[in-house]
């Protein structure tokens, strides 16, 4: 038991109901009251992906202990594998598919040739501009993303200029702030299907890489815009998606067990990517 809580790793299932907050509040809980002498708030977890946003779906890897600290730094670097439904021609404020509506564009011209090469312009090292924080959700708002607009009786902005708008609009979102641009990692992307205006992509990338950022990217690309319909997270590291645990499984035993099946291959994984990234140290303090 000891053990456990000192180095243990396993895989959990999101799905898109549920936070990645509240799923690692339902295993502090769940073990508390399993074992009360364990508190919840001396319950030192940490996991992959770092950033989950709660609409998407799929595996995490969630660490105890020096496990958590390990995930903590060397996190980032671990492969993702994705599932992307994304649709074309169509634009909302923050490129996800239920948002308010703000335009739709002509796509009828789009083949899946020009969409698959597209796509391998991101794949390698390459650069990220921030999402915007907040959704669409207030009329006063409408000013700070009126540029966006891109009404179809007009000619399409090229990618240039729609992406220096989109690095306004952002940084007016955030009050000032100029939108973060980071380096990041696609090792590749591959167009699964392509149903009228209704892409299926699969991407493998770092652990900081945003699909979202990605569809966001090939929409102004190909000139029609494009918004995220569901996003899959289908392996992290070395777990699948079939050996997550859904939640009402996160208890005790079926945790233990988890750990015990998968411990060995996953500090296997964690010991190569420190080797091919020793400059990554854990910095997280126990609590």
């Avoid at 009360?36 to 779906?57: A, C, D, H, K």
């Avoid at 105890?64 to 390990?70: E, I």
């Avoid at 995930?71 to 169509?90: C, E, S, T």
């Avoid at 070395?238 to 997550?244: R, S």
């Amino acid at each position: 038991m000891k053990k456990l809580f000192q180095r243990g790793i396993f895989p959990v299932f999101k799905d898109n109901k549920t936070s990645k907050e509240q799923l690692l509040q339902w295993i502090r809980l769940s073990l508390y009251f399993e074992k009360p002498e364990i508190r919840p708030g001396s319950l030192f977890l940490q996991s992959v992906p770092r950033w989950f946003e709660n609409y998407e779906t799929g595996v995490i890897a969630v660490g105890f202990g020096l496990h958590a600290r390990s995930l903590a730094a060397i996190g980032r670097y671990w492969k993702h594998d994705w599932i992307v439904n994304a649709i074309i021609g169509k634009q909302t404020a923050d490129f996800r598919s239920e948002s308010p509506l703000i335009a739709q564009h002509k796509y009828e011209h789009i083949t899946s040739e020009l969409v698959q090469t597209t796509l391998n312009k991101y794949v390698g090292q390459i650069e990220q501009i921030s999402l915007p924080k907040v959704a669409l959700k207030h009329k006063y708002k409408n000013d700070q993303i009126s540029l966006l607009i891109n009404d179809s009786s007009n000619e399409h902005l090229d990618s240039e200029e729609c992406f220096s708008m989109i690095h306004d609009s952002i940084e007016h979102e955030n009050v000032g702030n100029h939108p973060i641009i980071r380096e990041k990692n696609c090792h590749s992307i591959e167009l699964l299907e392509m149903d009228d205006n209704k892409l299926r992509i699969r991407v493998q990338s770092d652990g900081i890489f945003s699909c979202r950022a990605l569809v966001r990217d090939i929409g102004i690309e190909l000139g029609c815009h494009a918004v995220v319909d569901s996003l899959q997270l289908n392996q992290v590291g070395p777990f699948t998606i079939d050996q997550a645990l859904p939640k009402h499984e996160l208890h005790l035993e079926q945790i233990e067990q988890s750990i015990a099946q998968h411990m060995n291959k996953c500090e296997r994984y964690i010991d190569e990517m420190k080797q091919l990234y020793p400059s990554a140290k854990p910095n997280l303090r126990f609590i």
